[in-house]
């Protein structure tokens, strides 16, 4: 299968390493010659280019750009295909793009594949990076039920866990165990930094380990990728984050009132609930 990958970062690389190796033939495109380059010496994609006219032959197309970003290359991408090609895109919200890109191209199948590193680029795309993870499609009454069995057949070649759903239910399950950390993470680094007294600040920074490394990670990531998830889910993030500031406003209840025993409760609760939330790798 001919196959396009517009934006050769982590996770458009990553798809072209692995589908590459199945014996798929990857056309992709970057903004970046150098990039180009680098996916052809990384053996990534058999055909690389800036210009989109390189996919018009491609039955299958990926679109690998950041969210705010997946419009428009859709809109640019239009002229050069012919009326079967599929496109699925792996932004993490789908409700808006889905809304954004069919009225342009109804052959689409919104996608998101729960993997990534906190590495970027073509360099830190690897191979098997999908395998055992989930990989989310959330087609509309409007998409063709072949397409997405195409896209669902490449999805399983990888290794990836399928599952499926619609856009909004996706964007808010997501909200919880995605956005939602980011913005809580974001949060707690910036309190931090909110600390009036440089030597208790610089010496928390020197005592920083594990725990806050770990609850840390995902607020120090992309700004970029940060900000797009609060703008295009914005219902579904700001409900998530309603609902953790009423968690916060008990659990400072309880501190206030020196309630000990709610608070073992609750962390009793999260104790045992949190292997449920943890998918085996």
Avoid at 34 to 59: F, H, M, N, P, Y
Avoid at 151 to 160: G, H, I, P, T
Avoid at 208 to 234: H, I, K
Avoid at 258 to 272: C, G, H, M, P
Wanted: aromatic share 4%; net charge negative.
């Amino acid at each position: 299968m001919r196959i396009g990958i517009v934006g050769l970062g982590l996770i458009g690389g990553s798809l072209g390493l692995d589908l590459r190796s199945l014996g798929h033939e990857i056309f992709g495109v970057s903004r970046q010659p150098k990039t180009c380059e680098i996916a052809l010496q990384r053996g990534v994609v058999d055909q690389a280019s800036v210009d989109l006219l390189l996919l018009a032959k491609t039955e299958v197309i990926f679109v690998c750009t950041p969210l705010g970003a997946i419009q428009s290359t859709v809109e640019q991408l239009v002229p050069y295909l012919q009326p079967e090609v599929v496109l699925t895109d792996v932004g993490s919200v789908k409700a808006a793009i889905a809304q954004k890109i069919l009225p342009f191209w109804g052959n689409f199948v919104p996608g998101h594949p729960m993997a990534g590193t906190a590495e970027t680029g073509i360099e830190a795309a690897q191979s098997r990076l999908f395998a055992g993870k989930p990989y989310v499609l959330t087609p509309t009454d409007k998409t063709p039920p072949a397409s997405v069995q195409v896209v669902a057949d490449l999805v399983k070649s990888l290794s990836a866990t399928l599952y499926q759903c619609s856009p909004a239910a996706h964007d808010r399950a997501v909200s919880l165990i995605s956005h939602l950390p980011v913005m809580v993470s974001a949060s707690l680094i910036a309190t931090c930094l909110q600390e009036p007294d440089p030597e208790t600040l610089l010496l928390a920074q020197q005592l920083a380990s594990s725990g806050f490394r770990d609850t840390s990670r995902v607020g120090g990531g992309n700004p970029e990728l940060g900000r797009m998830m609060a703008e295009y889910n914005q219902a579904e993030v700001l409900r998530s984050l309603h609902g953790y500031r009423q968690t916060l406003d008990r659990l400072i209840d309880s501190i206030e009132t020196q309630n000990w025993s709610a608070i073992e409760q609750t962390l009793r609760q999260n104790q045992q609930a949190r292997p449920q939330f943890l998918n085996p790798m």
